[in-house]
Every structure is written in C-alpha cells, then in structure tokens.
C-alpha cells in the first residue's frame, strides 16, 4: 500500500484543486507536509536548491516580458485599428468581417502570447460591431472566441515558453515547431467562414459600399501601411531575431517589451498612468505564475522522492500500453482537467509527471509540446467551461446569451479536433520547419 502513497498525494491535489482551494498554496503546503514525513527536515535543504536552480532558470525571464508586452499592446490601440483597415479590405466578401477577426487574432497572437487579452480586446471592439452589421451571434462569437486563443499555438506564446521550461526542450524549437500547425488552424478557420458565408449569405453580410468607398477616399493607403507595419516590425523584430538565431527567446522578449512602449508612443496612447497599469498587471500575473511554479517544485521533488515517476513508468510498462495510447490518455487529462484549472497549473502539475515517461519511450517531446499547447487550446474553447468563452461572455453586450456562446463554438472546436488528429497523424507538420532550419 506505501508504494501507491506517491499517487494518493497527486489525487489529494487535484481534489483540493477541484474543491477551490488555491493551487500553489495546496501544491506547496501538501508537498511540504509529504516531504517532512516522509524526508524529515533534510527536505527543506533539498526543496532549498530546487526553488533557487528554477529562479535562476534564465528561459523563464520571458515570462513577464512578454506578459508586459502583450498588455502594452492591448492597451496601445493597435487591434482596433487593424480591426478598422482589415474589414475595410475584406468588406466587399461575405463574411468579410469575420476573415478580418481571423486574421488580426492571428497578427495579435504573434504580437503578444496572452489569451485572456486577446479574447476581450476582440470581444470588445469587433463583436458589437458584428452584431450591428448583421451577424449571426453564433458566428460572431464563434469567431471572436476562437480567434483569441490563437495566442496558445502561435509563437511567441508563454504557454509554449512554459511547457519548454517544464520539458526541458528549447523554447526556440517550440516556437519554430508551431508555427504551421498555427498557420493551418488559422486557414482552417477562414476556409470554413468563406464556406458558411456562401451557403448562408445572410448570417455574413458583407460591409455597404457607400461605408467602403468612404474608406478609400480617405488617405486609405496612408491608414493600411500604419495599421499594418507596426505589428509587423514587432512579429519580424521578436520571431526572426529567435528564428534568425540572434538572440534566444528571452532576449528577443526583452526586445518585444521596449518594441510594444514605442508602438504605444508611436499610437500617442503612451503616459505614466498607463504604464503603471500595465506593470501593475504584469506583476500580478508573472507573480501568479512563479508562486504556483514554486508549488509544484515542491510537489515535483516529493512526488519522484517518493518513487512515483518510477512506479507509474513500471504500471505503463507493466499494462504493455503503447506510446500512442499513453499518449491519448495524457492528452485526454490534460483536456479534463483544462475545464477545471488554468493552463499554467496543467503545465507544472500533469505534464512533469508524463515527461518522464515519453521520454522514457521515445517520443519527440517537441512534438509532445505542440500536441499539448494544441489540446489545452482546445479545451480553452469547449462548452461548458471553456475559458475563453467566460472571456467572452464577460465583455459581451447583455442580449448574447451564453447558450449562442457555446452553439458558435461548436464548429472551431471541431476543426481543432481536426487539427490535432492531422498533427498526430502527420507529426511531419511539426518536425519539417525546425528541421529545414537546421541545414
């Protein structure tokens, strides 16, 4: 019965979680009770060196910048006035609108990493415009919800910099790895609004043409190239830089972070109050992320002191499961519990557990990472408890009922499914960029 103590410990855990205890202080306080049973005070020496050699992790520096630069720029005006020009050029299509919510999720996502801003900065300016315009509610918040998690699969994500940290793999490599399965997922969206839009011209009325032509009477070319080349030199600085081999993702979100204070001074949106605000919130979050990270150092150390990564490799190897259905099972608690619990608990409580094992059988763990980041979006975006859509619903003006929230996210959830059995099945998808780079 001992030998199983190390997953009763992990079954406590994630009970308390679900109970709505805090995570890091149930994650640390367990650990640490577990740890002077079982290690006696010896364990506060050892859990010692493994908090200071994870603050010491110069990869996890990235985290707060980039946090800051993503809030910088959702505080900068810049999605507005990408939202404004991209509908303006697509407004002639049916579901003209809803291409440019796309495709400005997708310029965002490469510009800041951060769901939760991302999903609330679209909801807020594109979706009472869509309703006005005569979108179906269901599509407009389909697409504005699915847009915004776009910032979990495409580089530079603080999910990819976190799940890099936790495998032990290069960020960069991740970053790279992401990049076409982000670029399929965002076609795959735009193929099916085109699609819906022709079948049902009335749920994605395209824009008047008086309201068009207006736009190009206006120095249009002048507004293009300003909404346009900002957010572009940011993505070309940030990415190319890492992909350039220049500089290593934290230096390269160094560089993003003074990129997104100049974009802001160059939109006139700059002044102490607004910088107070987003360092306010970018100490919060960055805070939120390392005492958690803390907390499962702590239960990482008890939980292998213990003898359990050994214990569940031996119970794997015992019930002769095949890599494939490990990693079916791993994918489907990752995407249980991404109902429950944000992603960054799912990062440093499930996936430390599960590395030792896919390493143990082979397994590329870049192609682990995506597949998670792929599926954690996923599960950001399936009713009931989605994040994105609480996201969403939050900013939503009072007549979208949450009901037409989840009918509208049915589709993008199936074409991440889609995606996600294309990227297992093809791992090609993933492995092709980092390694046309490397010749």
Do not use: H
Request: proline share 5%; hydrophobic share 60%.
């Amino acid at each position: 019965m001992s030998e199983y103590v190390p997953f009763i410990l992990f079954g406590l855990v994630f009970l308390l979680i679900l109970f709505g205890y805090p995570v890091a202080f149930t994650l640390g306080g367990l650990s640490v009770i577990a740890g002077l049973i079982y290690f006696d005070t010896n364990f506060f020496y050892l859990l010692s060196l493994r908090i200071f050699g994870t603050m010491n992790n110069f990869v996890l520096m990235a985290v707060p910048l980039f946090v800051f630069m993503g809030i910088m720029l959702e505080k900068s005006g810049l999605a507005e006035r990408l939202l404004e020009t991209m509908a303006m050029l697509f407004g002639k299509l049916k579901g003209g609108l809803a291409i440019s919510v796309v495709i400005v999720g997708g310029m965002l996502a490469a510009s800041t990493g951060i769901v939760g801003a991302t999903v609330i900065t679209m909801g807020m300016i594109s979706l009472p415009t869509m309703l006005k315009r005569g979108y179906k509610t269901e599509l407009a918040t389909g697409v504005i919800a699915s847009s915004g998690t776009l910032g979990q699969i495409i580089p530079p994500s603080v999910v990819l910099v976190l799940l890099g940290s936790v495998l032990n793999i290069s960020v960069g490599d991740l970053f790279t790895a992401a990049i076409i399965p982000g670029v399929v997922l965002v076609g795959l969206y735009l193929i099916y609004i085109v699609i819906y839009a022709m079948i049902k011209p009335e749920v994605a009325p395209c824009i008047p043409e008086g309201e068009r032509k207006e736009f190009w009477k206006e120095g249009a070319t002048k507004k293009i190239v300003y909404a346009f080349i900002f957010p572009f030199l940011l993505i070309l600085t940030v990415l190319g830089s890492i992909f350039a081999g220049i500089a290593s993702p934290t230096e390269a979100a160094a560089v993003g972070a003074i990129g997104s204070i100049l974009l802001t001074v160059a939109q006139k949106r700059f002044n102490l109050k607004i910088l107070k605000e987003v360092m306010k919130e970018t100490t919060f979050l960055t805070c939120m992320v390392f005492v958690i990270l803390i907390g499962a150092t702590s239960f990482s150390l008890v939980f292998r002191g213990m003898g359990g990564d050994k214990l569940l490799s031996e119970l794997i190897v015992g019930a002769n499961l095949s890599p494939y259905v490990f990693l079916a099972l791993v994918l489907l608690v990752v995407f249980v519990a991404g109902f429950f619990i944000d992603f960054i608990e799912i990062i440093f409580i499930i996936v430390p557990v599960a590395t030792p094992i896919f390493a143990a059988l082979g397994i590329d763990l870049v192609w682990i990472g995506i597949l998670i980041a792929l599926n954690l979006q996923t599960s950001f975006l399936t009713p009931p408890f989605g994040f994105s859509l609480f996201y969403l619903k939050g900013v939503a003006p009072p007549e979208v009922k949450t009901s037409q929230l989840y009918r509208g996210i049915v589709p993008f959830v199936a074409i991440q499914i889609l995606l996600l059995i294309l990227v297992i099945i093809f791992p090609e998808l993933v492995s092709f960029l980092p390694q046309l780079l490397e010749k």
